[in-house]
């Protein structure tokens, strides 16, 4: 993934005082992840989960977005990607 150091722009009140450019930069990030073909994305930062996931939701995208201790964990197949309705459990039904 291209810039994967780059951020999202969350950044606590970033996207607040500044939210085109925020905007802009989670739009990019976006993009970079869904270019890849990957069907999920870690990171350990709950702000630029959050702020991913909801961008690749209204995008249409399905991408599971997980923290990375999730996945660790073992819980991946149990608790529902972040951003994801609870009842869906997983992206999984919606690809078949």
Known sequence: MPGPEVCCGFGGT??????EISD???T?????IA??????????????LLNIAGKLYRQGRLVEVRHVA???AGMSDRVPPIGAPRWLGGLDANRG
């Open 70 to 72: 999730e996945v660790l």
């Open 28 to 32: 990019d990030k976006a993009a970079d």
């Open 14 to 19: 970033f996207c607040v005082k500044y939210p």
């Open 35 to 48: 270019g890849t073909g990957a069907e999920a994305v870690l990171s350990g930062d709950m702000g630029c």
């Open 24 to 26: 802009k930069m989670v």
